[in-house]
Each structure stands twice: as structure tokens, then as C-alpha cells.
T-cell receptor, first 112, second 114 residues
Framework: AQSVTQPDIHITVSEGASLELRCNYSYGATPYLFWYVQSPGQGLQLLLKYFSGDTLVQGIKGFEAEFKRSQSSFNLRKPSVHWSDAAEYFCAVREYGNKLVFGAGTILRVKS | EAGVTQFPSHSVIEKGQTVTLRCDPI?????LYWYRRVMGKEIKFLLH????????ESGMPNNRFLAERTGGTYSTLKVQPAELEDSGVYFC????????????FGAGSRLTVL
């Protein structure tokens, strides 16, 4: 079965600092990968996805992620974090039938 | 375009009671999914409808959970009788068409069983 690992449960960064959230997956074939964000009281919002092609994908809110097959990773990055980015972030891989397998999530705290 | 709507946003019930959660997908989306996040754990797949048919219910934890999607529009997820371990957030998502496509999630229904 496929799995997704987000090794960091909590991350705290200063506003304006850069951010990288780690995600590793296990999947036999070419994975379809996603990053979702959940802000307090909100649903899961899609930040970006990777299906094929360019391994560096751009998403909404200034986020990007890079697919590295050799490392089975799909890390999320942002060059300058804003206080409004404080939320919980989920990495996911698509399994058969368009079913998603999620990581445990990383809670991002932003300090001013 | 209206998003995925879930009701109620929060439900508090006692062990042994029944709760029904409702999900209204985006209009025209044939695919409807239920997921659940138990406290501190991953978001886990429960089941997948294509229109009114259950495509995959491999994630349903036990027979206390019953999901329906009559008419292929909104869906309900009933828990009867509720147990303490059922507490968590239940997410609904919908998507269009076949193949690899993007799921749009609702805000979730938080269930607390006392």
C-alpha cells in the first residue's frame, strides 16, 4: 500500500523567512502528488499538484514544490512566509480509483 | 460556483446515539468521497461514490457506518450507534469525470462522541 510521510509535525518560522515542508512517499509507479492546506475553520484547499512533466510545480499563494523521483520526495517551498500562511499542510499521493493517501500533516506557525 | 457543503459543522452526541452527516457536492460532480480524520491521525479514505453507486467502500471501518447517495446528488453518512472512537472530522470531497483529477473538499463535519 502507498504511504506518505511528513516528518515534521510542527514547524515555526519567522514572517518573511523561507519555508520548506518535507514530504516523502512510497509508490511503485509514477505518482500523482498533491499538497493541500487547511486553515482554521476552512476545508482542505489544493495548493498544487504534480501529475507529469516539469518537476518543479507552481501553486497558489506563492508556493512551489519539487518532485524528486530519486528521493521519493515532493517538498513544498515558499521563499517568504506571511502570517496568513499559518495553517496545517497535507501532502497526498493518489492511489487507484482517485483515492488519496495523506500524510499526517505539518502544522505551520508563523512568528512576527 | 458553490463549493462542497457539509452539514452540520459540528455535532456533539453521546455514545450509543445516532448521527447523520450530509454532504452536497459541487453541481455536476459525479464523484463523491468521504474521508475521516481521527484526532492526531492521518486523513483516511472511507468511500467513493460514482453517481449513486458505491465504487469503493474499502475504508469504511465497520457496519455502524452507512453511506448513501440517493439520486446521485447529495450524500449522507450515518453512524449508528456512535462510539467514542468515531470522534473526528469527516470530510467530503467531489470531483468531475474519470481518471486522475482534483478533489475539492468541504470544510468538514466535526463529530464529538461523549
Amino acid at each position: 500500500a502507498q504511504s506518505v510521510t511528513q516528518p515534521d509535525i510542527h514547524i515555526t518560522v519567522s514572517e518573511g523567512a523561507s519555508l520548506e515542508l518535507r514530504c516523502n512517499y512510497s509508490y511503485g509507479a509514477t505518482p500523482y502528488l498533491f499538497w493541500y492546506v487547511q486553515s482554521p475553520g476552512q476545508g482542505l484547499q489544493l495548493l498544487l499538484k504534480y501529475f507529469s512533466g516539469d518537476t518543479l510545480v507552481q501553486g497558489i499563494k506563492g508556493f512551489e514544490a519539487e518532485f524528486k523521483r530519486s528521493q521519493s520526495s515532493f517538498n513544498l517551498r515558499k521563499p517568504s512566509v506571511h502570517w496568513s500562511d499559518a495553517a496545517e499542510y497535507f501532502c497526498a499521493v493518489r492511489e487507484y480509483g482517485n483515492k488519496l493517501v495523506f500524510g499526517a500533516g505539518t502544522i505551520l506557525r508563523v512568528k512576527s | 460556483e458553490a463549493g462542497v457543503t457539509q452539514f452540520p459543522s459540528h455535532s456533539v452526541i453521546e455514545k450509543g446515539q445516532t448521527v447523520t452527516l450530509r454532504c452536497d457536492p459541487i453541481s455536476g460532480h459525479d464523484n463523491l468521497y468521504w474521508y475521516r480524520r481521527v484526532m492526531g491521525k492521518e486523513i483516511k479514505f472511507l468511500l467513493h461514490f460514482v453517481k449513486e453507486s458505491k465504487q469503493d467502500e474499502s475504508g469504511m471501518p465497520n457496519n455502524r457506518f452507512l453511506a448513501e447517495r440517493t439520486g446521485g446528488t447529495y450524500s449522507t453518512l450515518k453512524v449508528q450507534p456512535a462510539e467514542l472512537e468515531d470522534s473526528g472530522v469527516y470530510f467530503c470531497a467531489s470531483s468531475q469525470g474519470h481518471g486522475a483529477n482534483v478533489l475539492t473538499f468541504g470544510a468538514g463535519s466535526r463529530l464529538t462522541v461523549l
